[in-house]
């Protein structure tokens, strides 16, 4: 599960997000810490993301390397105990594919 960038970008193209919180949805930010020692050090506490993706081009992308994929929806899983394992506020304009290798 990954931020959806088309629903990021129509909502900032609709006016209703500004540009910095536009990039921070988009979890391409480091944040820092308070304390100066963590940001000498920030890169190996936080992983934000590095490529974005619509449904589309996850789908697209992970096919070609070889996995069976299904679009679905928040909590609707083949994996035991999600909602023990993922975080509600993190699937709200979200992509979320489950995929296999085959």
């Known amino acids: 599960m990954l931020p959806d960038l088309r629903i990021l970008v129509d909502e900032y193209y609709k006016g209703n997000i500004r540009a ?12 820092r810490q308070g304390n100066s020692f963590k940001n000498h050090f920030v890169t190996f506490m936080q992983f934000p993301h590095r490529c974005m993706y619509d449904t589309t081009s996850l789908i697209d992308t992970l096919a070609s390397l070889g996995f069976d994929l299904e679009v679905k929806k928040a909590f609707d899983s083949d ?8 975080l509600a506020e993190r699937t709200e304009g979200a992509v979320i594919v489950e995929g296999k290798k085959h």
Do not use: N
């Open 20 to 31: 910095d919180d536009f990039a921070e949805r988009l979890g391409i930010l480091y944040q």
């Open 79 to 86: 994996i035991q105990d999600i909602r023990h394992i993922e």
